[in-house]
């Protein structure tokens, strides 16, 4: 059984995957026009957040790499 820190470790790890994917997936339809919307923040603040983020993920799979935390789990 998995202990309670590494089930949240998965999870967050999981949750962000998700939201970056998303967030790169807007950024892609904005520079091919094909956003419904026009968001209000500029768009280097949002690759700014989107880079921040694959960055937090890298240290994710770091630490699952050196507290053996499967992330497939």
Same mark, same amino acid.
């Given at each position: 059984?998995?202990?309670?820190?590494?089930?949240?470790?998965? !999870?967050?790890?999981?949750?962000?995957?998700?939201?970056?994917?998303?967030?790169?997936?807007?950024? #892609?339809? !904005?520079?091919?026009? !094909?956003?419904?919307?026009?968001?209000?923040?500029?768009?280097?603040?949002?690759?700014?957040?989107? &880079?921040?983020?694959?960055?937090? %993920?890298?240290?994710?799979?770091? #630490?699952?790499? %050196?507290? &053996?935390? &499967?992330?497939?789990?």
């Amino acid at each position: 059984m998995m202990k309670g820190y590494k089930k949240r470790m998965v !999870k967050e790890f999981d949750e962000l995957n998700k939201r970056a994917n998303k967030l790169e997936k807007m950024l #892609r339809k !904005k520079r091919l026009g !094909k956003l419904d919307f026009d968001p209000t923040c500029p768009d280097w603040l949002l690759k700014k957040q989107h &880079d921040a983020m694959l960055e937090y %993920l890298e240290c994710l799979k770091t #630490r699952a790499i %050196l507290e &053996d935390v &499967d992330l497939e789990y």
